[in-house]
């Protein structure tokens, strides 16, 4: 199996409410978040049917799979 890095980004933008939570957490306010996410690409030969990607709104769930397998990741 193939290993794919996917790098996503998103600029953070200077507000009172993301100051204030950067304060609660004593953490530094960055121009961008970014996060990496590493995962084996499987092999679409087989008997499979089904393949399955979990996690939360916004985590880059649908862009790792137009990644893996381009647009039409299902078919009609």
């Known amino acids: ?6 790098v996503l980004t998103c ?3 200077q507000s009172f409410r993301v100051q ?8 530094p306010v ?4 970014v996060q990496r996410i590493r995962v084996q690409k499987p092999e679409l030969e087989g008997a499979w049917r089904i393949g399955l990607i979990v996690g939360p709104s916004g985590s ?5 799979a ?3 397998f381009g ?6």
């Open 1 to 6: 199996m193939a290993e794919i890095e996917l």
């Open 11 to 13: 600029p953070v933008y």
């Open 20 to 27: 204030q939570v950067a304060g609660m957490f004593d953490v």
């Open 30 to 33: 960055q121009q961008k978040a």
């Open 60 to 64: 880059g769930k649908s862009r790792l």
């Open 66 to 68: 137009r990644h893996l």
């Open 71 to 76: 647009p039409a990741v299902w078919q009609q």
